[in-house]
C-alpha cells in the first residue's frame, strides 16, 4: 500500500504546456508500475499513460501520444506528466495510479490498487 498525491494542473489556455506530479510515499514505490487517468466532465475515466517499474517502457493513449511524455524518478519517489499543446478536450481530473503487483506498463484500471485523489487540469480555449 502506498498514498500517491497529485498536484500541479491549474488554468492552461490551449495550445499551452503543464505538467503534472504524482509524489508516493510508500517504500516499495521503486518497485511498481504506474499510469495516469483522467475523467472529464459527463464521461467515465479514461487512461492517458503508463510507465513500467523500472522506467523503461511507457505506454499513451491516442489521444496523448506525441503531446504528453510520463517519466518517474525513483530517488524522489515522484511520477511526472508532462503534457504539451493541450487542448479543452483534455480538461479532466487526472489520476495517478500504482500497484505493486504491476511490473510492466499497464492501461488497464482494473490492474491498479492505489490512487491519488486527483488533480483539476482546465484547458481553456
Known amino acids: 500500500q502506498v498514498q500517491l498525491v497529485e498536484s500541479g494542473g491549474g488554468l492552461v489556455q490551449a495550445g499551452g504546456s503543464s505538467r503534472l506530479s504524482c509524489a508516493a510515499s510508500?517504500?516499495?514505490?521503486?518497485?511498481?508500475?504506474m499510469g495516469w487517468f483522467r475523467q472529464a466532465p459527463g464521461k467515465g475515466r479514461e487512461f492517458v499513460a503508463a510507465?513500467?517499474?523500472?522506467?523503461?517502457?511507457?505506454h499513451y493513449s491516442d489521444s496523448a501520444k506525441g503531446r504528453f511524455t510520463i517519466s518517474r524518478d525513483n530517488t524522489k519517489n515522484t511520477m511526472y506528466l508532462q503534457m504539451h499543446r493541450l487542448k479543452p478536450e483534455d480538461t479532466a481530473v487526472y489520476y495517478c495510479?500504482?500497484?505493486?503487483?504491476?511490473?510492466?506498463?499497464?492501461?488497464?484500471?482494473?490492474?491498479?490498487?492505489?490512487w491519488g485523489q486527483g488533480t483539476q487540469v482546465t484547458v481553456s480555449s
Open positions: 510507465i513500467s517499474w523500472k522506467g523503461d517502457s511507457t
Open positions: 510508500g517504500r516499495r514505490f521503486r518497485t511498481y508500475a
Open positions: 495510479a500504482a500497484d505493486p503487483s504491476l511490473v510492466a506498463a499497464s492501461s488497464h484500471e482494473e490492474d491498479y490498487g492505489d
